[in-house]
């Protein structure tokens, strides 16, 4: 069992950037696949990143490529996710996700656990 919770969310101004943060407990979270995925109001769920259990490999959606960093540390048990350049349309709810599976995947069926999602609300 792993169990995710979420901070640092919050309102930005357009342009500002927010760091993510997600702790996770269960001592066998490390070897999770972890990633984040975002839900706007009247939208689906939609893939932002993931993280190996290395932390070497990472993966971005299309939409936040170039603007947004992830980071693990399994000494911690935290992954992080680094926003810039935010855009009024990167509102939405954030969950922190976590995999057992054994490659990278962008699939919200794939992960196991989600945290309680925290709000980024961008104004324009």
């Known amino acids: 069992q792993v169990h995710l919770v979420e901070s640092g969310g919050g309102l930005v101004q357009a342009g500002g950037s927010l760091r993510l943060s997600c702790t996770a407990s269960?001592?066998?979270?490390?070897?999770?696949?972890m990633g984040w995925f975002r839900q706007a109001p009247g939208k689906e769920r939609e893939f932002v990143g993931g993280?190996?259990?290395?932390?070497?490999?990472?993966y971005y959606a299309d939409s936040v490529k170039g603007r947004c960093t992830m980071s693990r540390d399994n000494a911690k048990n935290t992954v992080d996710l680094q926003m810039n350049s935010l855009k009024p349309e990167d509102t939405a709810v954030y969950y922190c996700?976590?995999?057992?599976?054994?490659?990278?995947?962008?699939?919200?069926?794939?992960?196991?656990?989600w945290g309680q999602g925290t709000q980024v609300t961008v104004s324009s």
């Open positions: 993280i190996s259990p290395s932390g070497y490999v990472t």
């Open positions: 996700v976590a995999s057992g599976a054994v490659q990278p995947t962008r699939r919200a069926n794939e992960y196991d656990y």
């Open positions: 269960g001592r066998t979270s490390r070897r999770y696949w």
